[in-house]
């Protein structure tokens, strides 16, 4: 029974190493996914239904979303003297999961079109309209092409001095 068992933590250990060696990430089932978002372009200022964003990873064989992530609807929520600000909609990411890691779209990784529902919170000065923080919230609404049946959610933390946005969250890719 003991050289079973050390047989079993063998192959256990080879798998494991097998699967470094391959990027260890995998284009289907459930996937971590981390890396920064950038606006391209803010569209008109009083609709934010024009903004584009960047979508792109850290690299070193982290899984990420590479492609484009637009705004699709806005609804303004909560508005208090404060500075807290709230709002919902809809945003939609075209492009690919990056699942190994190497910060660019390779053939056999799933791309297409996400549809996500979105929750935002943050805090502005609003005598100089900057943003003191913010955080978002997206649940993954459907899929096309290779992400078609994709569930998941993916959560955004505002980086305030940069402009830029830190992103992860887990997609399930069937």
Same mark, same amino acid.
């Given at each position: ?17 097998? /699967?470094? %060696?391959? @990027?260890?990430? =995998?284009?289907? #089932? ?5 890396? +920064? ?59 690919? /999961?990056? %699942?190994? @890691?190497?910060? =660019?779209?390779? #053939? ?5 079109? +996400? ?28 899929g096309t ?5 994709v569930t ?23």
């Amino acid at each position: 029974m003991r050289r079973q068992i050390l047989w079993l933590v063998a192959v256990a250990a080879i798998g494991a190493a097998a /699967l470094v %060696a391959a @990027g260890g990430a =995998s284009a289907t #089932g459930m996937t971590q996914v981390d890396g +920064i978002q950038a606006l391209v372009d803010a569209g008109n200022p009083f609709d934010a239904t024009d903004d584009v964003y960047s979508m792109d990873g850290y690299g070193g064989g982290r899984p990420a979303l590479i492609g484009s992530w637009y705004t699709r609807s806005f609804v303004l929520g909560v508005v208090t003297p404060s500075g807290v600000v709230t709002s919902t909609g809809t945003e939609e990411f075209v492009g690919c /999961l990056d %699942a190994n @890691g190497n910060r =660019s779209c390779d #053939g056999g990784e799933p791309s297409g079109t +996400i549809g996500f529902a979105y929750e935002f919170s943050g805090k502005y000065d609003f005598a100089t309209g900057a943003e003191d923080h913010g955080r978002c919230h997206h649940a993954i609404t459907g899929g096309t092409d290779g992400f078609t049946g994709v569930t998941g959610d993916v959560r955004f933390k505002d980086d305030p001095v940069t402009g830029c946005a830190f992103y992860s969250g887990h997609l399930n890719v069937g």
